[in-house]
């Protein structure tokens, strides 16, 4: 089968190879992969920049969704031929630790995730566990399946982890794929003004925003765009401030914006050292909540919000054929897409 292979640990050492087509072992079936998304960390390992470890060669990809094809040998009961369903990102998990007995298993030290650890989608075919499996309802077509990863990653930093309520003022930093569903949740959470920044280059994102939620934008180029939150708060500050900007700079307006008492998630990692005083937090009494990536019940939900309508992510992405997945990648790399869809 024609799959896109990490072939070393080297910069663009990423190419359409022809292999071996996998076969489902027990628990596990053989999914005809129908759309897999890009993610960033797709285009981190392509240009070898990324800060986990990738077991190459390995074939990417870990935002899809497909038909399942053939069941394993054993234990896929409730899974047939023709089903149409999704898959979530856990391939690997060590099944023994508090984490994973307690359905936490995002968090297993032993967790390795499709793309990087175990052989991922951007693949004619892919093996899945059936434990990480889910159905899809018809109202949910395959490439806004393949957005379901993204949107748990939103719904778990803001619905489960911010929690705002009805009638606050949310504000997300950063206008990617993540901070774009991280507004339509929070809007959809109840938040009554729901701010979106970005940059200046972001204004096409910014536009995206608009059409998931978005009551405000702002640019962070403007000197006053902390003041604006302000303003939006009766100069209170904002209940909610997600932190999606993938970099620690944007630590210090968060703490600058949100309200006593309020919340920061963060859900943008930033591998730079913060340079700046933790104070506000202190003096605030500021909650600062941590956020990574999602489980069952979440995928449930989201899975839910897109059949009923409420959460419509077709605003948000582009599809190609997987042969044209170096321009989908470049399309994203420059900022042109927010979300590129590749169709195997
Ligand atoms: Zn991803
Ligand atoms: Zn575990």
Request: charge should be neutral.
């Amino acid at each position: 089968m024609k799959a896109l292979v990490q072939y070393a640990l080297q910069k663009n050492a990423v190419e359409i190879r022809e292999v071996a087509r996998p076969e489902a072992g027990p628990g596990e079936v053989l999914l005809r992969v129908k759309a897999v998304g890009v993610c960033g960390s797709d285009l981190h390992q392509r240009a070898n920049r990324q800060s986990w470890t990738v077991n190459a060669p390995v074939i990417l990809g870990h935002e899809f969704s497909g038909v399942v094809e053939e069941l394993g040998p054993s234990g896929c009961e409730g899974f047939h031929p023709g089903d149409r369903v999704t898959c979530e990102t856990s391939a690997v998990i060590c099944g023994r630790c508090l984490y994973c007995r307690t359905g936490q298993y995002q968090l297993c030290a032993g967790r390795k995730g499709f793309g990087y650890g175990v052989d991922g989608a951007m693949a004619e075919w892919v093996r899945v566990p059936v434990r990480i499996l889910h159905s899809l309802p018809a109202a949910v077509s395959f490439e806004a399946a393949a957005m379901t990863e993204p949107a748990c990653v939103a719904y778990h930093s803001v619905v489960l982890r911010g929690s705002p309520t009805v009638g606050d003022v949310a504000v997300v930093i950063g206008p990617g794929t993540i901070g774009l569903l991280c507004l339509k949740m929070a809007a959809l959470a109840g938040a009554t003004t729901c701010v979106l920044a970005g940059t200046e280059r972001d204004a096409g994102r910014l536009e995206i925003g608009k059409r998931m939620g978005a009551t405000h934008t702002v640019t962070t180029e403007n000197p006053d765009w902390t003041a604006l939150i302000q303003d939006l708060s009766e100069g209170v500050g904002a209940d909610l401030v997600v932190d999606a900007a993938g970099v620690s700079d944007t630590f210090p307006p968060a703490m600058k914006m949100v309200r006593p008492g309020g919340t920061i998630v963060k859900v943008g990692w930033g591998r730079e050292p913060l340079n700046a005083t933790l104070d506000p937090i202190v003096l605030k009494t500021v909650k600062v909540q941590g956020s990574f990536s999602h489980n069952y019940p979440m995928w449930e939900r989201v899975i839910r919000l897109m059949a009923h309508g409420a959460l419509d992510v077709r605003p948000m992405y582009k599809t190609y054929p997987l042969s044209h997945w170096q321009e989908a990648f470049d399309a994203m790399e420059s900022g042109e897409n927010v979300k590129s869809v590749l169709l195997p």
